[in-house]
């Protein structure tokens, strides 16, 4: 695949505040790219920069292998949807998508059909001489995102462009513009504080931390093998348990709090190798087993807390010297729910545990 | 009260309470007063047109590099406010006299060889003086516009290809326009009467509608035309400002 955006090494600085602070990135052509972070993380300055809002205080982006050092944003191969989509206001819907259409030679009546293309791909057939002022959220998104489209910009970049929707219509957007991208082809860069959205969206993720990319991964990899103890707990969630190492021959062996000794596999462990070691498991590999099974493995702890969500539950289990530990489980027919104080017995699938260098 | 005074007629020193058209038809018809409302309008017309011309860039500045210092900016603005109106026309007087400021300045510097005399007692000293007096009044209507501008706005029209002169014209203008039909307004309705500054500096070429009514009530002993004209000068400038507002409809409605 063809490497279209290159960060290169790229430090943003306002003031005393580093907000990018060495980043690396190389995103595919044709990809749905995520920047994943908690707010103030230099995510929105990251694509800022390759926007050219923002010159970096030092290192370089490239776009198709062109540096784009000193070139001011109308002439970069990128557009933006903002986050609160910036409509222009003194225009209808047809005048705001060929915005960027008249500041180039066509004539007028191509123009025109490619404005109502735009409008088709994104829905909003019809709506040409609607005022901009009489738009939903959900409109204006679409607006602003066919705006851009029209252009057919080498990347399209997207700041938090659903986070000001309402639930049902952020998954629905969601879908469409994952489908929306693998229809056009071009390559989509999107910054997101929401987990779920980046995974469920993008091809490859980078997560941000203080201006540093933690991990650049799959959905899949970032969720089943976060390669820090940061990264997992942003990603999901997930219970820690310490422990320390005893051997190691095709496996570490590890002697750990509540589950005894495991074998761990070694591309599940990360981080410099130290004695002590951090095991991780997510809630979903943990299920609560009935009192008088019998079987290897098994933990008894007593639940303090329990959350409801309708296709799963939250049971937050003591259990030991492990003072939550997190456990999802399925709601369904039979399966039963359990109560506050209530004493259970836990089997925890050990192959989904990972191990982080303390 | 102005309105049924204009009715009626000034007989010595009693009213004559009939009613009487005469008046409007004599502020219409005599030469005098044409020429009088005609100079007026082209007079506050051209003062709007400059002050806002020249508030515009000033705003613009405050409102986009002013930084944090925007309220010193705008504090600083209202310095020539501590002076009265009267004073800071008559040193307009010695800054465009014919010994004054800047004739002294400009013959020093050898660019001219005798003084400018179009520069004072005429309508040009008036629109001079009347410009630097409602400056203020102007930057900050067109100020609060340009504030109420949503900067991402700014960086949409620069994604979408625009230079920075194309998205002044695309974007910023006509998102600011409510504040320069406000700015223009201020500033028309209130010289058009104005009688200090003609006064002032106008000598007898620079003389204007307003002096006019204030001689009429006074000198003249003829309240009843004073009211005439003064009603026929509200409803002008009423129905030029409505025009205005109507011209500038599509700007002014609420975004």
Redesign the interface.
Known sequence: MVKLVQVENVFKSFGDVNAVNGVSLDIEEGQFYSLLGPSGCGKTTLLRLI?G?EKPTSGQVFIDNTSMEGI???LRP???V???Y?I???LNVEENVA??LR??RENRNKQNKLVDEALELVGLSGLNKRSA?ALSGGQKQRVALA??LI?KPKVLLLDEPLSALDKKLREQMQSELRHLQRAVGITFILVTHDQYEALTMSDRVAVMFDGKVAQEASPRDLYELPTSQKVASFIGEMTFIEGEIIGENKNLKVQSEIFGQINIDKSRVFGQSSKKIILGIRPEKITIVPKTSRSKNLVSGKIIDVSYFGETTNYKVSCGTIETLTISSQNSVGQPSYSVGKEIQLKADLDNIIAFSA | MMFLLSFWTQDYLVLNKTFTLNNYIEAFTQPVYQLLFSRSLYISLTVTFFTVLLAYPMAYFISFYGGNRKALWLFLITIPFWTSYLLRMFLWKVILGYNGVLNSFLLWLEMISEPLTFILYNSNAVIIALTHGWAPFAILPIFVSLEKIDRSLLEASRDLGDGPIKQFFRVILPLSMPGVVGASLIIFIPTVGDYITPKLVGGTDGLMIANMIQVQFSKANNAPLAAALSVSSLVIVAFISIVFVLFNKKYLRRY
């Open positions: 926007a809002f001011e944003p109308n990128t557009n933006m903002f986050q609160n910036a222009f206001p003194h915005y960027g500041n180039k002022n705006r851009a252009l």
